[in-house]
């Protein structure tokens, strides 16, 4: 099936949308200039991600996460030429479990659906059947869940269209039916999607998004890549510059996009990506002039600040066209930039080893949390699992395995509510989190969450025996 280039990422979120309500199995694959990525689909489900860019390689993703060496990518090599593929390659030689593999082939999969919401143009087409493909490893991760994660990093990364970045004009909800359906946002995500009523100014919402871990700008965003929300830029027959629009809003972010600038590279001023082709920069220059020239700035009514605030944020948007337009400026830059990523990459490297003895005894902890939580030495067990989560608050099973113990002592089931949503946060695919927590609803007597975090769970793993037992027992009392 082909897909004509236009608005790629909304047709994609589209495709893939439809695709995760039927059972087919298939390959996206999409293609601009000398850039292939693909996305394999398996029962309506994102087996894997692939792309021809090195950085996106799952062995380079695998070095980003600190679980491979680049001493290995040799070794790699030489088993590939084997004839070994690259999942059974990478295993072989750097000794990865089946669990670290999974976590980069999600790492890789995130990454590159991110990567496609920055495409303004490109080929896309949908073949029927997974193809040849020898990965080992695959995710069957939800598509809905995939893109609302890809949405997020693309924020988060600033990795997205020009017209979204900054925020200007007016917003509103995707007029097609259904536009949301499926689509799993947190409750930051879905309290913004609520505050759109009509056609609604973004000047006028962001001050009433509450601030927070979450910039509200990066939420709209992510909800703009999503297709719920629609944005709109101009009016029917004219224009708007930044110039144009109310001061005090213009200036905030004007002022924004400046720090922003001051610690980004030339792609990401220009906000395309690294692959991207020579009209993508030539285009994302000019929408920048269009809206940030200083020479719209100098009416009286726009004040000396905006066109100073305009006059420093062109400095950098003309550097970084004047670079990245003439093929050899680029390509020095492009090996200066490698150079660097590869230093800090080598500093991550040299704390990460520091955080070893940090990871080691947060194991040990769980472990000896878990041995007095089985002996229902539950006192013991909390304090023990209290310090594997202050060494790494970021791990879901600690965080799940100490709710579970503080739920069994009653002075602390409020904190082993905190724990075990915490550790849905972090793993949103955790049924045996969702069961704990509705087992500890029941303790308090709260039956209608208690139902609701058992169906959750079954949304999840729909052959939970455990959660449909419990069902069972909710209906019965």
Not at 308 to 323: D, H, N, R, S, V
Not at 326 to 340: F, H, L, Q, T
Not at 351 to 369: F, I, Q, V, W
Request: hydrophobic content about 40%; some cysteine; glycine content about 6%.
């Amino acid at each position: 099936m082909n897909v004509e280039s236009g608005d790629l990422p909304a047709r994609l979120v589209g495709i893939l949308l439809k695709l995760h309500m039927t059972p087919n199995s298939c390959v996206v694959r999409l293609e601009r200039g000398s850039s292939k990525k693909q996305l394999v689909i398996t029962n309506g489900t994102l087996a894997f991600a692939e792309s021809n860019l090195p950085d996106e390689h799952l062995a380079h993703v695998l070095i980003r996460m600190n679980l491979l060496a680049r001493k290995d990518l040799k070794k790699i090599s030489a088993e590939m030429k084997s004839g070994r593929g690259s999942d059974e390659a990478i295993m072989l030689a750097a000794g990865l479990d089946d669990k670290r593999m999974t976590e980069g082939t999600y790492e890789q999969a995130v990454a590159i659906l991110a990567s496609l919401f920055a495409w303004n143009g490109g080929d896309l087409r949908v073949f029927q059947g997974e193809g040849v493909s020898r990965r080992q490893c695959r995710l069957y991760l939800s598509l809905p869940l995939a893109l609302v994660e890809a949405a997020r990093r693309a924020a988060r990364d600033h990795r997205v269209p020009a017209p979204f970045q900054p925020l200007v004009g007016v917003v509103f909800a995707n007029p097609k039916p259904g536009a949301r359906a499926n689509l799993p946002l947190n409750s930051a995500e879905a309290f913004v999607y609520g505050q759109v009523n009509g056609r609604t100014p973004i000047e006028h919402l962001l001050p009433a998004l509450p601030a927070g871990a979450e910039r509200p700008e990066e939420l709209i965003q992510r909800l703009l890549l999503l297709g719920l929300l629609k944005l709109e830029t101009s009016a029917p027959e004219q224009g708007i510059s930044a110039a144009q629009l109310p001061s005090a809003q213009v200036s905030g972010q004007m002022e924004d996009l400046l720090r922003q600038f001051e610690i980004a590279n030339l792609y990401e001023i220009l906000s395309v990506p690294p692959d991207a082709s020579d009209d993508d920069i030539k285009g994302a220059y000019h929408e920048r002039a269009k809206r940030y020239h200083p020479d719209l700035f100098e009416s009286k009514g726009c004040g000396a600040n905006r066109h100073a605030l305009a006059e420093k944020l062109f400095t950098y948007i003309t550097g970084a066209y004047t670079t990245l337009s003439n093929p050899a400026a680029r390509a020095n830059y492009d090996e200066m930039r490698i150079k660097k990523e590869s230093r800090v990459e080598a500093a991550v490297q040299g704390r990460a080893a520091a955080d070893s003895e940090k990871e080691r005894m947060a194991e040990t902890l769980y472990r000896a949390g878990r041995a007095s939580l089985k002996r229902r030495e539950f006192e013991k067990a909390g304090a023990q699992l209290k310090e594997c989560v202050w060494l790494r608050p970021d791990i879901a099973r600690f965080h799940h395995l100490l709710g579970v113990a503080q739920s069994e002592i009653a002075l602390q089931r409020k904190e082993a509510e905190q724990h075990l949503l915490k550790a849905i946060a972090i793993d949103p695919m955790r049924s045996d989190s969702l069961i704990e927590l509705g087992k500890l609803y029941i303790k308090v007597r709260l039956p209608k969450r208690a139902e609701a975090q058992f169906h959750e769970a079954l949304r999840v793993d729909p052959d939970n025996s455990e959660a449909l037992r419990l069902l069972q027992t909710l209906r019965v009392f």
